[in-house]
């Protein structure tokens, strides 16, 4: 049996020092909501892990249900943060969007690709117009863009 609330507070607090590492280039208005997100995220991670000393929550061991798409998908989202600063938003976030979509994709074939690189440049495009004219928030850049 694993203690659930330990492993998830790891986790939590994990991810929160990972993506306050990646925080550099915001103008002051655009770090606020990320920096109070992480900081909530981090302190959620702190509480389970208190939780998990004091009232332990026991689950059964969830690893032989986890299945390649699920590994494949966390890997490529770690790999989109760490990268973001190197390559460059944009590019990054179609190309990490359109593995994704590939990856948990039943049917692999050219036109289910280029769909999904459709799909996945739109949205990055939206997001990338949105964000920085509107809000005034810029993503990273990179090598590439």
């Given at each position: 049996?694993l203690?659930?609330?330990?492993?998830?507070?790891?986790?939590?607090?994990?991810?929160?020092?990972?993506?306050?590492?990646?925080?550099?280039?915001?103008?002051?208005f655009?770090?606020?909501?990320?920096?109070?997100?992480?900081e909530?995220?981090?302190?959620?991670?702190?509480?389970?892990l208190?939780?998990?000393k004091f009232?332990p929550?026991?689950?059964?061991?969830?690893?032989?249900?986890?299945?390649?798409?699920?590994?494949?998908?966390m890997i490529?989202?770690?790999?989109?943060?760490?990268?973001?600063?190197?390559?460059?938003?944009?590019?990054?976030?179609?190309?990490?969007?359109?593995?994704?979509q590939?990856?948990?994709?039943?049917?692999?074939?050219?036109?289910?690709?280029?769909i999904?690189?459709?799909?996945?440049?739109?949205?990055?495009?939206?997001?990338y117009f949105?964000?920085?004219?509107?809000?005034?928030?810029?993503?990273?850049?990179?090598?590439?863009?």
């Amino acid at each position: 049996m694993l203690n659930s609330d330990f492993y998830g507070g790891i986790v939590m607090v994990a991810f929160s020092a990972l993506f306050w590492s990646q925080l550099e280039e915001f103008t002051p208005f655009g770090i606020m909501f990320p920096k109070v997100i992480i900081e909530l995220l981090a302190i959620l991670g702190i509480v389970m892990l208190v939780k998990s000393k004091f009232k332990p929550q026991y689950i059964e061991s969830f690893v032989k249900e986890i299945n390649k798409p699920m590994v494949g998908t966390m890997i490529l989202s770690v790999m989109w943060v760490v990268l973001a600063n190197y390559i460059g938003f944009f590019v990054i976030s179609v190309a990490s969007m359109w593995a994704i979509q590939w990856l948990l994709t039943a049917e692999r074939n050219l036109k289910n690709s280029m769909i999904s690189l459709a799909v996945s440049l739109m949205s990055v495009c939206l997001i990338y117009f949105i964000f920085t004219k509107y809000l005034y928030i810029f993503f990273p850049k990179g090598l590439l863009f």
